[in-house]
Nanobody
């Protein structure tokens, strides 16, 4: 059972920055994907940013150019740097680990799509005020 622990959430004004961090207790062999999801009140959980073990990243259109996902596979950690935050970024943010063996493919090669994940942390709240 993968255990994921997030940290770094908080409150910030519009235009500000926050950095989220996540540590996984252990990642099963062939876990290709790590990433971040979020869920706002009244909405479904959505993928925000993912990173394949080689470093290839995927971002939701709403965060492209503002958020950056990074990882340290030696330490089983994944971070999310969030810049130019907007009120619509307000949500509970969840660290996620992929289903072992799962990954997606496009013309650029293997990457991690939101459908490739199966474990989530408890979440950390991010609140952006206008």
């Amino acid at each position: 059972q993968v255990r994921l622990l997030e940290s770094g959430g908080g409150s910030v004004q519009s235009g500000g920055s926050l950095r989220l961090s996540c540590a996984a207790s252990v990642l099963p062999y062939s876990t290709f994907c790590m990433g971040w999801f979020r869920q706002a009140p009244g909405k479904e959980r959505e993928g925000v940013a993912t990173i394949y073990y080689t470093g290839r990243t995927w971002y939701a259109d709403s965060v492209k150019g503002r958020f950056t996902v990074s990882q340290d596979r030696a330490k089983n950690t994944v971070d999310l740097q969030m810049n130019i935050l907007k009120p619509e970024d307000t949500a509970m943010y969840y660290c996620a680990a992929g289903v072992p063996g799962r990954r997606s493919w496009d013309r650029g090669g293997y990457y991690c799509g939101p459908v490739d994940f199966g474990s989530w942390g408890q979440g950390t709240q991010v609140t952006v005020s206008s």
